[in-house]
């Protein structure tokens, strides 16, 4: 196999994995586009080993430090409370292993039940949230579960110790407000003026949202919100954050608003780095 810059192994031939990629094509939870279903395979295609070499920049090797296999997509091929209840599974199968789960949406919904798995093995576990959105929608036309919510529900059922959200730049006075009850930190765009360095205390989640990113440097999301991120300042959040991260997932990616794959290399870039930063903490 020759995804994720050559660096993915086969699982027949390393159970004992340290990093696991596992897809999510799901996108039944997106309110204005659907698409999204396309991310896994679009990082699979664009990530290959013939384009990509396995180091990252900050000096890890992913062939040779890590063992990283791809597990195959979760099947949402049924209803979509099904689906929710199949990636929890997923996760948690990764994460019995001791392994860390590296998870491609998908639309940002399956945070959600990725973050129900994550709250069982890791206690208390702190995330850092890339989005130009809070996510902290109580419902979206209705639907408790949309792309909108996954942030209002983690909240809710006290999944996290802690959750810095960086990038947001689309804010409604109530999330605001509740953001704030709920000691969300929004790192806003329009505040952000210096590089980030940020610390967590306990094993840290990220869960990356390419709308977090300018829509010059992604343009490939369903939601362009322009004034957002370059993709080297979310890369220098992340070589930069003092703590041990334990799961990644990238969201969002619409390969059909991606024609030249730019979004798919930057998603791909971002897994990278972050899974050199799990292999090798600060
Ligand atoms: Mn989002
Ligand atoms: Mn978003």
């Known amino acids: 196999m020759s995804d994720f810059g050559g660096a993915a192994k086969l699982v027949s031939e390393h159970p004992d994995y340290k990093i696991a990629v596992l897809g999510v094509p799901f996108d039944e939870k997106s309110s204005y586009l659907r698409g999204a279903a396309g991310g896994p395979a679009a990082i699979r295609r664009v990530s290959t080993g013939k384009c990509y070499c396995a180091w990252t920049e900050l000096g890890v090797n992913l062939e040779e430090d890590t063992v990283l296999v791809d597990v195959g997509d979760v099947d949402t091929s049924g209803d979509p409370d099904k689906s929710l209840a199949l990636i929890e599974k997923g996760v948690a199968g990764i994460l019995d292993k001791g392994a860390?789960?590296?998870?491609?949406?998908?639309?940002?919904?399956i945070t959600y039940p990725v973050l129900k798995a994550f709250a069982r093995a890791f206690k208390p576990l702190e995330i850092l949230h890339f989005d130009a959105h809070p996510d902290l929608y109580d419902d979206l036309y209705g639907d408790r579960l949309?792309?909108?919510?996954?942030?209002?529900?983690?909240?809710?059922?006290?999944?996290a110790a802690g959750i810095v959200q960086v990038g947001v730049r689309a804010v409604t006075a109530a999330?605001?407000?509740?953001?704030?009850?709920?000691?969300?930190?929004?790192?806003?765009m329009k505040d952000i003026q210096d590089p980030?360095?940020?610390?967590f205390a306990h094993p840290v989640y990220i869960s990356f949202d390419l709308d977090a990113l300018d829509p010059a440097f992604a343009p490939g999301v369903a939601h362009h919100e322009p004034g957002g991120l370059s993709t080297r300042q979310a890369l220098q959040v992340i070589q930069s954050l003092k703590g041990r991260i334990v799961g990644l997932d990238i969201v969002e990616l619409n390969p059909p608003r991606d024609p030249a794959a730019i979004t798919a290399a930057a998603a791909f870039k971002i897994l990278k780095e972050t899974a050199g930063r799990?292999?090798?903490?600060v």
């Not at 860390?100 to 919904?109: F, K, N, R, T, Y």
């Not at 799990?278 to 903490?281: D, I, T, Y």
């Open 100 to 109: 860390a789960p590296i998870v491609l949406g998908g639309d940002h919904s």
């Open 146 to 159: 949309s792309h909108a919510c996954p942030f209002a529900r983690i909240v809710e059922d006290g999944l």
């Open 175 to 188: 999330h605001r407000a509740k953001a704030l009850k709920s000691g969300v930190r929004m790192v806003e």
């Open 196 to 199: 980030l360095h940020l610390r």
């Open 278 to 281: 799990m292999v090798r903490p």
